[in-house]
Nanobody, 113 residues
Framework: QVQLVESGGGTVQPGGSLRLSCAAS????????MAWYRQAPGKQRELVAR???????NYADSVKDRFTISGNFAQRTVYLQMNSLKPEDTAVYYC???????WGQGTQVTVSS
């Protein structure tokens, strides 16, 4: 059974940084996209950043120039470097493979003074 395990969440003050990690295992299929989503209380899950196996990346407008997605498709790892964090970035962050085919369990990010 496919497993995606996220780590790196926590509580940080506004303006701070966090780095999320996601490692996938038991993968028996081709991975063409890895992504990070987030869901804040009372809101729908939204795409934060996405990276394809061809090297194409895209970001939500709200995180452009602050967040960076990186990863290794061969090792099935994906990271999200989050800088200049704002209170509105508070959410549960999920990693995903192949546009929502597989999901991790989520990791909480809280930005608060």
């Amino acid at each position: 059974q496919v497993q995606l395990v996220e780590s790196g969440g926590g509580t940080v003050q506004p303006g701070g940084s966090l780095r999320l990690s996601c490692a996938a295992s038991r993968i028996t299929f081709s991975v063409y996209a890895m992504a990070w989503y987030r869901q804040a209380p009372g809101k729908q899950r939204e795409l934060v950043a996405r990276k394809t196996s061809l090297g194409i990346t895209n970001y939500a407008d709200s995180v452009k120039d602050r967040f960076t997605i990186s990863g290794n498709f061969a090792q099935r790892t994906v990271y999200l470097q989050m800088n200049s964090l704002k209170p509105e970035d508070t959410a549960v962050y999920y990693c995903s493979l192949n546009d929502g085919t597989y999901w991790g369990q989520g990791t909480q990010v809280t930005v608060s003074s």
